[in-house]
């Protein structure tokens, strides 16, 4: 992978034996041009091919920053192997990060402090109450807002009042 337009991968050594079968991709992609083509596009790679009779093939990277990987090539085709080695060139040059680990990695202590359930002393304890029968209001008793309003009722309580005892009368 490019980090600011400069691919991270520095030095690719190729491990392989000369004689036997699980190395018979890494032959056929040495003795092929598509090798060649690669390391033509890509010319900040160092790559150098070792024969190490009796152990089975892989690639050993370097990165920049000192990172090391190897790459088993064990009966690999030549295709296979090369996009191995177009993997390798295209990492950053570290192990990829777990995203299901710690979410923010700081040496400084949250000024919040840590949450607990109980975090203010004690939580409020709210105990049952019995219910109780909500005693009704009497008929001719109306809620008011404003005081127009029961001026007014009044007014009127005491006009009915009048003409009631005119009737009696």
Not at 18 to 27: F, L, M, T, Y
Not at 117 to 140: A, C, D, S, Y
Request: net charge positive; hydrophobic share 35%.
């Amino acid at each position: 992978m490019c980090s600011r337009g400069v691919f991270q991968l520095r030095n690719v050594k190729l491990q392989f034996c000369d004689w036997g079968g699980s190395s018979k991709g890494v032959r056929e992609l040495l003795s092929s041009k598509q090798l060649d083509e690669f390391l033509e596009k890509n010319p900040s790679i160092n790559f150098s091919a070792y024969i190490r009779t009796g152990a089975h093939p892989c690639f050993h990277t370097e990165y920049i920053n000192g990172w090391q990987c190897s790459i088993p090539l064990l009966n690999k085709s030549h295709d296979e192997i090369l996009e191995d080695l177009i993997q390798a060139r295209n990492r950053i040059g570290h192990r990829s990060w777990p995203h299901s680990g710690v979410k923010v990695i700081s040496t400084n202590p949250t000024i919040q402090g840590i949450w607990k359930p109980n975090i203010w002393g004690t939580t409020q304890i709210f105990e049952e109450q019995k219910l109780r029968k909500i005693p009704e209001m009497p008929v001719n008793i109306r809620m008011m807002t404003s005081k127009k309003k029961v001026d007014r009722e009044k007014a009127w309580q005491e006009t009915i009042n009048l003409d009631l005892k005119k009737k009696v009368t």
